[in-house]
């Protein structure tokens, strides 16, 4: 069937945090999704426009998105990203994208969730090419390590980790629903005791400023301490 005027977004929430607006999508129930001249949006703001965008409806082992698109500062691109799971508590995913004015960008993620064990978390990479005119480095990169688990029905640790080249990176490769403009990275790490009414944490953490002339620089560095 077609819809008029209709939304497309993977986003859960109500109202969601991003979509695709079109005056015009063909569904196909169960199978695919097909628009044009769409306009993703995070909130009331317009992020890019996509002249065609494809989606599969179809239950499956893995995920295979091709997403051309127009953006002032980077010209027209397309990004690709191949996600498959490679067991069933493990998944990983590869991107990549060309941007006309930048050029390509590769990045990977792996995700993992042992639910019986109570350990999750996720590491993601990301380097890219800076072509642009005035650009003050040609290669950018951005990493980030996230880590969850529970030892004990007491004790809980946890590792919330993000690195940069410098700010660019750090503001244009984000999800949609997150994007924000960013000039600090921070990264925490702690170890968690509760029993009752009684907790005890030792905590760490670190603070690295960002810039696109100087890359980055550390602010802050904080020891582990108990809480």
């Given amino acids: 069937f077609v819809m008029l005027d209709g939304v497309a977004t993977s986003c859960d929430l109500d109202p969601p945090h991003y979509r695709i607006e079109s005056k015009r999508l063909r569904v196909r129930p169960e199978e695919s999704i097909f628009l044009t001249r769409g306009v993703m949006k995070t909130g009331d703001i317009p992020v ?8 599969s409806l179809r239950p499956r082992k893995y995920n295979l ?8 500062g980077l010209g027209v691109y397309a990004k690709g990203m191949f996600g498959y799971p490679l067991s069933p ?8 994208d060309s941007y006309q004015k930048s050029g390509w960008a590769v990045g990977g993620a792996f995700l993992y969730d042992w639910p019986d064990i109570d350990r999750r ?18 290669e950018r990169w951005g990493a980030s390590v996230r880590h969850f688990e529970r030892f004990t029905p007491s004790l809980v640790g946890t590792v919330d980790g993000e690195f940069a080249s410098d700010d660019i990176v750090a503001n244009t490769n984000q999800p949609q629903d997150t994007r924000r403009v960013r000039r600090e990275m921070r990264s925490t790490s702690a170890l968690t005791w509760s029993r009752g009414n009684h907790t005890a944490r030792a905590y760490g953490d670190a603070v690295i400023v960002l810039s696109s002339d100087t890359g980055v620089a550390l602010q802050r560095a904080t020891l582990p301490r108990l809480e």
């Fill in 65 to 72: 998105q091709v997403q051309p698109g127009y953006n002032e």
């Fill in 89 to 96: 508590s493990t998944y990983g995913r590869v991107t990549l």
């Fill in 48 to 55: 890019f426009y996509m002249p065609l965008y494809w989606a």
């Fill in 121 to 138: 978390g996720a590491i993601q990479g990301l380097w890219a090419q800076d072509r642009r005119q005035g650009s003050q480095r040609p």
